[in-house]
């Protein structure tokens, strides 16, 4: 008997593949994309089958025998796996935790896969077939079942309840021998009618939203940025771009942000449709996890929505991709497995010969670069949908300023006369707590984090500190720590101390905070922002989670209390992210009939790319600042990947970027490459571990790609890099 290798991709940081002996008789070609429990050191592991072999490198000595192969169909496809090599090579990471991180735990942990479910269905006997239509026209119930039949094949007992077909005419029908019962897959493609997909009825759309629902093709590739301001109806669009996807049989999947952030997105598409949806997100619990990535699989689910970790999952047949403001950093998983989303869903639409529509009212400059270039189709909706008009955005000069909380006199004035008109306002902070330090009036100590050697944020309710790095948290202390005063004090303003003072100023208005102290769970808030939704005159204070997604009609005013954080920012994409934030919290205001205000507070009311984003709108803004990227070779004109490591100890978290800087330099391609560093992170040590980061660049992604990956192979075995914690992270979105 020949021997039979099989090639397993482990979850292990090893770029590469194990090959183990198996002793397997059956079709080996069945067996790609089947688990495997393989043992691996002294432990056993599960891994994915990629290969199967007549022959192995590996020394016979250090051959060892696969334990158990644990599926009998594969549990990722071909395509699939072909999408995870692309991306483990891309990306630079292991294989095997590529595909670890593509499944969801339970299966992961080795749970069996969910055999689908048979259920039975009505088909034409060889005779009913033979049967003219108007054969039966002396019954018209069994004409109608006998007409569909020669239509549509077969039908389901849920088909025939949907359809009205009565129990005695089927009886009927299979006593004359005419129809007979078999067994078919729960995901049988069913042809569908319009009515039975649509839950409600999807509103007449306006001139540019035809105009864009039209441009999509399907049953091709084509990349489309859906470029509409907030409210313009962005979201009808997805949804009959969904319903066209799945008239024709196929699957869509469709990709949100950040879950806390978008409920309102997920209620959508299940209100519209009557199939069934598979959500993919961390408020699904693991058990309710697994069984919807098998539902996406297996095709049952029609429509998968979900965060990011939704773009890796298995699909049975997708027939478009939709990726909802795409522009969110949240679509780049910033540990493990460092993929963008985003770009995921490019490559599959590729693979599958799809449409994938990337939408956002304030697109990402990579994608707005591909628009212009015209690798992607630029489709504008440049109206808000409803009867609202844009609201009017200034920026206030706070230098010499007086600011109390954080806000000055004619921002609080603002909110005044919002209030005093019945509507509501939005104040906005990306910072929580009460105050971002606390020290001693009487000998300048400062609470600092003993981990991170970072100021500690003061919180007053309840009152402690809070390291926002490393989570530490420690109460306040009676007196100060190093001369025994009282005195505390404390600098600069976080959320918390905005609602205090505004609900002070506001004795009989609600003021509702939402972040993340107070809003530990979708449904918090939900609940925290029912007042808002029903129309009440409020405030809302919040972080960047308020930025995000919600419709609430009634907010008119918007301030946002710190422009500056971002502008002065020393991240080349602070800038980008300021102007994205302006747009997004502008288009929270004034969502109903009445123009809506917005206030920039700032230190730099004459930064000229503010201006320009005020004067002219995002669009202008995004081009200008794609003439500086281009100007200093910076993304998307240039490719950049960033090698971060962490250690206890600062030597060996340096050592390894020094060894990789060394192989770079050793390569030919010292002139093309250009590096930054090894040097400290911008956050130099969260929670006892000192970072350090080096940096390359690029204006060529296929020689920054090779020469990294020959550097990498040649380092990752090397002590050095067993020694500390290090990471690769290609197209990094922050540093
Ligand atoms: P976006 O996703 O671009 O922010 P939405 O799809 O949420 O925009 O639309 C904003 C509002 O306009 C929603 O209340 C929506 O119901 C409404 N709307 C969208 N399209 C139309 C349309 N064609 N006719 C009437 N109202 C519409
Ligand atoms: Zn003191
Ligand atoms: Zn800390």
């Not at 089958?49 to 590996?58: F, P, R």
């Not at 391609?669 to 660049?697: C, D, S, V, W």
């Amino acid at each position: 008997m020949n021997k039979l290798y099989l090639e397993i991709a482990l979850p292990v940081p090893l770029r590469r593949t194990f090959d183990y002996l198996t002793n397997f008789q059956g079709d080996p070609n069945g067996l790609i994309g089947c688990r495997v429990q393989a043992p691996f050191g002294n432990q056993t592991l599960i891994g994915i089958i990629i290969g199967v072999k007549a022959q192995s490198e590996t020394p016979a000595d250090k051959m060892k025998d696969i334990h158990t192969i644990i599926d009998d169909t594969p549990l990722i496809s071909h395509l699939d796996l072909q999408l995870f090599s692309w991306a483990a090579n891309y990306y630079h990471h292991s294989l095997g935790e590529v595909l670890h991180a593509s499944i969801p735990q339970k299966l992961r942990q080795g749970e069996r896969q969910e055999h689908e479910q048979l259920i039975s269905a009505w088909k034409h006997t060889p005779e009913g077939m033979g049967l003219p239509e108007t054969a039966l026209n002396r019954s018209k119930k069994q004409q109608e079942i006998h007409r569909y039949l020669l239509q549509n094949t077969q039908f389901t007992r849920s088909t025939a309840q949907r359809l009205g077909f009565s129990t005695s005419a089927i009886k009927a029908l299979k006593d004359k021998n005419l129809i007979e019962e078999i067994l078919v897959k729960d995901s049988i493609e069913q042809v569908q009618t319009n009515n039975s997909l649509l839950n409600n009825t999807p509103l007449t759309l306006n001139q540019e939203q035809t105009a864009a629902q039209e441009s999509v093709i399907f049953h091709r590739f084509g990349a489309y940025l859906l470029d509409g301001v907030t409210g313009s109806g962005k979201t009808e669009v997805y949804l009959q771009l969904v319903a066209r996807a799945l008239q024709a049989g196929t699957q869509a999947l469709v990709l949100i942000p950040e879950i806390g952030l978008s409920p309102q997105t997920v209620g959508r598409f299940k209100d519209r449709f009557s199939v069934e949806i598979a959500e993919l997100h961390s408020s699904i619990n693991e058990a309710k996890r697994a069984e919807h990535w098998q539902a996406a699989k297996s095709g049952r689910a029609k429509i998968v929505i979900g965060t990011r970790l939704a773009a890796l999952a298995a699909l049975n047949k997708p027939g478009i991709i939709i990726v909802d403001e795409e522009h969110d950093l949240s679509y780049k998983q910033h540990d493990g497995f460092r993929y963008s989303a985003r770009d995921i869903c490019v490559y599959r639409a590729k693979q599958h010969n799809i449409p994938v529509v990337l939408g956002s009212a304030t697109p990402s400059l990579e994608t707005l670069n591909n628009a212009i270039t015209g690798r992607y189709q630029h489709l504008k909706l440049t109206q808000r949908a409803s009867t609202a008009t844009p609201p009017h955005i200034e920026s206030i000069d706070i230098r010499n300023q007086q600011l109390t909380a954080g806000l000055c006199e004619s921002a609080i004035e603002e909110i005044r006369h919002t209030l005093q008109r019945q509507q509501q306002a939005l104040v906005f902070l990306n910072r929580r707590g009460f105050a971002p330090s606390l020290f001693c009036h009487h000998c300048g100590w400062q609470a600092k984090c003993t981990g991170c050697e970072l100021p500690m944020t003061f919180h007053s309710h309840p009152r402690h500190l809070h390291c926002h790095r490393c989570d530490r948290q420690n109460g306040v202390p009676r007196a100060c720590p190093s001369c025994k005063n009282q005195a505390f004090s404390h600098r600069g303003s976080g959320t918390e101390q905005i609602e205090l003072f505004l609900a002070k100023q506001f004795p009989n208005t609600p003021v509702i905070r939402i972040d993340r102290d107070t809003t530990s769970s979708k449904k918090a808030m939900q609940k925290l922002l029912e007042p808002a939704y029903a129309g009440t005159p409020c405030i809302l204070v919040g972080t960047q989670m308020l930025a995000k997604g919600h419709h609430i009609p009634g907010i008119n005013l918007a301030v946002i209390a710190d422009a500056d954080q971002g502008l002065m920012s020393a991240d080349y994409r602070g800038v980008e992210q300021v102007g994205q934030l302006v747009t997004q919290v502008a288009g929270r205001a004034g969502r109903a009939s009445s123009t809506g205000k917005v206030l920039i507070q700032t230190h730099q009311p004459d930064h000229p790319l503010m201006r320009v984003l005020i004067a002219e709108g995002y669009n202008s803004f995004a081009v200008q600042l794609l003439a500086e990227r281009k100007h200093s070779g910076l993304p998307p004109y240039g490719y950049s990947a960033l090698i971060r490591s962490e250690s206890k100890r600062p030597e060996n978290a340096l050592a390894i970027l020094q060894l990789i800087h060394g192989a770079i330099k050793n390569t030919g391609n010292k002139h093309t490459i250009t590096t930054i560093g090894p040097m400290a992170a911008p956050i130099e040590k969260i929670g006892n571990r000192f970072r350090f980061q080096y940096q390359l660049f690029c204006n060529s992604r296929k020689e920054l790609h090779a020469t990294l990956k020959a550097v990498l192979s040649e380092v990752e075995v090397k002590a050095e890099a067993r020694r500390t914690r290090w990471s690769v992270d290609i197209d990094p979105v922050t540093s």
